[in-house]
C-alpha cells in the first residue's frame, strides 16, 4: 500500500501505522512499519497482532498523564489515579481555630466525625461519614459542619497553604492544610444546613471550643443525597 505524502511538509515523520479490522466494531488490530520510498510516497509494510501492553504503551506515550507508577496504596486512601486523590481520615481529635464571625482568634482540641477528602478537577472537597469503620462505595455523606466549605463539600481556601509538588500525593498534607487554616465565616446560611443545632453553628463551634463533647455529635450532621459511589462518579465525570 502506497500513500502520497509531501515529506517536506510534514512536521513529523510517520513511523509505524495501527490497522483495525471489523465489521461494526474493531476485533483485530495490527501494527505496521511504515517506510519512506524512493519518489517520496510511504509504504506501509507487513503487520504484526498488536498486544494489549504495546497498545498501553504507545497511549502512554501519547498522553504520559496516563503512565501510573504502581504504589501502594495506604488503608485511608479510597481512589487514587491522575489528577484525582480520595482519602478518608478516621474519627479522632484535632486542633481547630476559629478567628471571625464572632470568635477571636480561639483555638482547641475538639472530636471531629470520620471524613472522606478529594482533590480532583472538581478541586478540594471534604465530606463527613458516620461510624469509625472506613467508608465502602455506598456509605453516605454528610456536609461538614466546618466553616468555609460550600454546600456539595467544596472548600474555600482561605488562609490555607495548598500542598504542591510531591507534598500533593500526601493525605496528611492535605488534612494539615485544612486544620491548620483559620476557619473564618461560615459558607452556608440557612438554617439546619450546616449544621443540625439550636442556635446555628457559631453556637455550635462555641460548645465544641469549650469541650461540651468527648466525642463528636454526629447527630448534628445534615444528610447529602451523595454517596462514596456518586463522589467518584462526579470525579470521573470532570476528569
Known amino acids: 500500500m502506497s500513500v502520497a505524502m509531501n515529506l517536506s511538509e510534514q512536521p513529523y515523520r510517520a513511523q509505524h501505522a495501527v490497522l483495525l ?17 524512493h519518489d517520496g510516497s510511504l509504504r506501509i509494510g507487513a503487520g504484526t497482532p498488536a498486544t494489549m501492553s504495546g497498545l498501553r504503551e504507545l497511549f502512554d506515550q501519547l498522553d504520559p498523564s496516563r503512565k501510573v507508577r504502581p504504589v501502594f496504596f495506604e488503608p485511608n486512601v479510597l481512589s487514587q489515579g491522575p489528577g484525582w486523590l480520595v482519602w478518608w481520615m ?10 471571625g464571625s464572632g470568635f477571636d482568634d480561639e483555638s482547641a ?15 478540594w472537597q471534604v465530606f463527613a461519614v458516620g461510624g469509625k469503620g472506613r467508608p465502602r462505595p455506598g456509605t453516605k455523606l454528610y456536609q461538614v459542619p466546618y466553616f468555609n466549605v460550600w454546600e456539595g463539600g467544596r472548600i474555600c481556601t482561605g488562609s ?14 492535605w488534612e494539615d492544610a485544612f486544620f491548620l487554616s483559620r476557619f473564618s465565616h461560615p459558607n452556608i446560611h440557612e438554617a439546619n444546613k450546616l449544621v443540625k443545632y439550636r442556635g446555628g453553628p ?31 462518579e462526579s470525579i470521573g465525570r470532570a476528569r
Do not use: C
Open 202 to 232: 457559631v453556637k455550635f463551634w462555641k460548645a465544641m471550643l469549650k469541650g461540651k463533647f468527648k466525642s463528636f455529635p454526629t447527630e448534628t450532621l445534615v444528610e447529602t443525597n451523595w454517596t462514596v459511589s456518586n463522589l467518584l
Open 160 to 173: 490555607a497553604r495548598i500542598p504542591e509538588g510531591a507534598k500533593a500525593q500526601e493525605p496528611k498534607a
Open 109 to 123: 482540641e475538639v472530636p471531629h466525625p470520620g471524613l472522606v477528602f478529594a482533590v480532583s478537577a472538581l478541586g
Open 21 to 37: 479490522y471489523g465489521q461494526h466494531r474493531p476485533s483485530y488490530v495490527s501494527v505496521h512499519e511504515v517506510a519512506e520510498q
Open 90 to 99: 478516621k474519627p479522632q481529635t484535632r486542633r481547630v481555630w476559629f478567628d
